[in-house]
């Protein structure tokens, strides 16, 4: 700090763990920032941002102080590829392939591993659209932790076999780690609003190419969209209003036979509605936090009692909630930040009602109707 304590009123040293972070308050003279200030800023060994969101005097300076972390990227990449095989298995069954139990030996393992080639083939581009979706959603997070300054590991993805309990699409998801305290309400919603955000934007494009493509079928059905299974069996799927305002631009009016590849998208607006419950630390829980702080708790409280009651009309709410409880040790709460007092910038606050909205926009109360 002894290069830039000149341009400083003055400043509050926290360190926790693995970091080091200076709370300033810059002084009048070298607002803006003045150009002696910017030339000090930019040897500064770590990141910094103004807490005020411009040129208010509020300055966060956070290094490292001890070196990364090492990664056991051998799982993240084995992790991946597992959970990109059962996908594609998904895929495949989804498509209406029959799966072969190959028959490895040393003299036929190529023409089997060929022929399983062969079979899954058609679950292919529904496994790269899905795992793509996951995986832009937990790099928007990474990439923007990272920004911060935040220790975080890369994605692990949990792979599902398909042949166990029905599964739909051999994954339950992806997640990261965040090994390093949130400092304030603006690092939490920054984080926990870029995942969302870029996992829906694959999402929305990757369902404008699904329905494109899909058939539309006369009659009418429980919901206007459907997959069907190989036995003829039909699964209705629920709507949201991203995923009605898109079947109407591209199909217009009917019941839809989603393919693969449209049913990849639903899921992604799925994964969206889930990740937005304002509840604990799932992502929609960050940003409710950092908008309305201590008040999110409430609000949390409001929406568990609203995914009991629409258990009624869909039985998994109540699953989903249990596990939400339990993933939150009991609490419905987000916990508190570092500094929980700092205000979250305006700057970001139409950033946190936008994404309240892409909650709104993709909630559906009943997703799965048999």
């Known amino acids: 700090m002894s290069g830039l304590s ?15 972070i200076v709370d300033a308050v ?15 800023l930019a040897v500064w060994p770590g990141t910094r941002y103004w807490a005020d969101g411009g040129d208010g005097g509020r300055l966060v300076l956070i290094r490292s102080l001890m070196p990364a972390p090492r990664e056991r990227w051998w799982l993240h990449i084995t992790l991946f590829v597992v959970t990109f095989f059962t996908v594609w298995m998904s895929g495949a069954i989804l498509a209406g392939a029959s799966i072969r139990i190959p028959a490895f030996s040393a003299a036929t393992f190529g023409p089997a591993v060929a022929d399983w080639v062969t079979d899954l083939r058609p679950g292919l581009g529904f496994a790269v659209a899905l795992m793509g979706i996951l995986l832009v959603h937990e790099l928007g997070h990474y990439i923007v932790a990272r920004r911060y300054g935040i220790n975080t590991s890369p994605p692990y993805f949990l792979p599902w076999p398909p042949v166990f309990f029905l599964s739909l699409i051999g994954t339950i998801g992806a997640f990261i780690r965040l090994r390093s305290p949130i400092v304030d309400r603006r690092q939490l919603m920054d984080v926990g609003a870029a995942g969302p955000w870029a996992g829906f934007a694959v999402t929305v494009v990757v ?21 069907t299974f190989p036995g003829h069996y039909q699964l209705y799927l629920g709507d949201s209003l991203v995923m009605w305002g898109v079947r109407q631009l591209v199909v217009g009016d009917g019941v839809v036979h ?12 799925f994964v ?12 929609g829980g960050h940003v409710m936090y950092a908008l309305f702080g201590a008040k999110q708790g409430r609000l949390g409280a409001l929406v568990f009692l609203g995914m009991l009651a629409l258990s009624i009309v869909w039985k998994f709410w109540l699953l989903w ?25 305006r700057s970001r606050r139409p950033l946190g009602w936008a994404t309240i909205v892409l909650f709104a926009a993709t909630f559906t109360p009943a997703p799965f109707l048999v």
């Open 6 to 20: 000149k341009y400083l009123l003055y400043w509050r040293t926290t360190v926790v763990r693995d970091r080091e």
């Open 26 to 40: 810059v002084h009048p003279d070298h607002r803006g920032p003045s150009p002696e200030l910017r030339d000090a």
């Open 207 to 227: 369902l404008i190419l699904g329905l494109m493509s899909s058939e539309l079928v006369s009659g009418a059905g429980r919901t206007a969209q459907f997959i």
């Open 258 to 269: 989603l393919n693969p590849l449209a049913f990849a998208g639903w899921i992604g607006l």
């Open 272 to 283: 969206t509605m889930l990740n937005l419950l304002p509840l604990g630390q799932l992502d």
């Open 321 to 345: 909630a249990i596990l939400v409880l339990l993933l939150g040790r009991g609490r419905l709460s987000h916990p508190s930040v570092l500094d929980r007092h700092l205000p979250l910038p």
